[in-house]
């Protein structure tokens, strides 16, 4: 399993993170894994982010930017 695979943009991980920004935002500057709807592991270091989510499944991984630097749409 390659956890840095790109899981497609309609995947239900990809829809939760757009849909649950409050919750997403909490881990500003940190790496996030997502399996399903749920957030289930976090950090700075990406590798331990990794080797954590795995054991959940295949995560979505997700960079949280600060808020000052996210660009919203329309």
Same mark, same amino acid.
């Given at each position: 399993?390659?956890?840095?695979?790109?899981?497609?943009?309609?995947?239900?991980?990809?829809?939760?993170?757009?849909?649950?920004?409050? +919750?997403?935002?909490?881990? =500003?500057? /940190?790496?996030?894994?997502?399996?399903?709807? &749920?957030? #289930?592991?976090?950090? %700075?270091?990406? +590798?331990?982010?990794?080797? =954590?989510? /795995?054991?959940?499944?295949?995560?979505?991984? &997700?960079? #949280?930017?600060?808020? %000052?630097?996210?660009?919203y749409?329309n």
């Amino acid at each position: 399993m390659n956890p840095l695979e790109k899981k497609t943009d309609d995947s239900v991980e990809s829809i939760w993170i757009c849909k649950n920004p409050e +919750e997403v935002y909490q881990y =500003e500057g /940190e790496w996030i894994a997502v399996v399903g709807e &749920k957030i #289930v592991t976090h950090g %700075e270091e990406l +590798e331990r982010v990794i080797n =954590e989510a /795995e054991k959940y499944g295949k995560p979505l991984l &997700k960079f #949280v930017e600060p808020a %000052e630097f996210v660009i919203y749409g329309n």
